[in-house]
């Protein structure tokens, strides 16, 4: 099972600032990464698949980056409504994993 | 619009069974593969099962496989999830995700219902 280790875990952000959330992969997952977001009592939605693709609707100031065992989550700057829970997730083996996720938190 | 609305979650004993259902709108419900995820109070998320389509083909995590199995209803646009020989560590938010693009599986998932809760416990 390809574990996904998300860092950091709580990340304390202004409105306004870049968050740089990362997610490693205990093993390659090549370009097979996604991005959700979960706010607080709502289900998660689809941010970046394909490690930097966005899903409809979503905001360019979200952008996704890495390759292999390394990602990158970028929101170049943060709105109120970002703040959330970010999982990353591997889809190259089954089982589809996901990682524990990111909180970022208004500082 | 799309829409997932899951039910039949609650309170169940140690041993017992519980079926879930996923009704879905807002698109043609037969042309996509369909899943459960599961996320425990506190925790990350875990998908539990996937289902083809047709309904022909099931995935199962090794944490569940023997106890829980998914089924469908194209006719009626309806997923379900029959859970036996619950376990206090089957307690979770349970959703619902349809998979991202139509006709095959891209294993990316979205949208997500709003989720059913079942708590085991004694």
């Known amino acids: 099972e390809i574990v996904l280790t998300q860092s950091p875990a709580t990340l304390s952000l202004s409105p306004g600032e870049r968050a740089t959330l990362s997610c490693r992969a205990s093993q390659s997952v090549s370009s097979y990464l996604a991005w959700y977001q979960q706010k607080p009592g709502q289900s998660p939605r689809l941010l970046i698949y394909d490690t930097s693709y966005r899903a409809t609707g979503i905001p360019a100031r979200f952008s996704g980056s890495g390759s292999g065992t390394d990602f990158t989550l970028t929101i170049s700057s943060l709105a109120p409504e970002d703040f959330a829970i970010y999982y990353c997730?591997?889809?190259?083996?089954?089982?589809?994993?996901f990682g524990g996720g990111t909180k970022v938190e208004i500082k | 619009q799309v829409q997932l609305v899951e039910s039949g979650g609650g309170l169940v004993k140690p041993g017992g069974s519980l079926r879930l259902s996923c009704a879905a709108s807002g698109f043609t419900f037969s042309d996509y593969y369909m899943i459960w995820i599961r996320q425990a109070p506190g925790k990350g998320l875990e998908l539990i099962s996937y289902?083809?389509?047709?309904?022909?083909?099931?995935f199962y995590a090794d944490s569940v496989k023997g106890r829980f199995t998914s089924s469908r209803d194209n006719s009626k646009n309806s997923l379900y999830l029959q859970m036996n020989s619950l376990r206090v560590e089957d307690t979770a938010v349970y959703y619902c995700a349809r998979d991202f693009v139509a006709n095959r599986r891209s294993n990316w998932f979205d949208p997500w219902g709003q989720g059913t809760l079942v708590t085991v416990s004694s």
């Open positions: 997730q591997q889809r190259i083996n089954w089982p589809l994993t």
């Open positions: 289902i083809s389509s047709s309904g022909s083909t099931e």
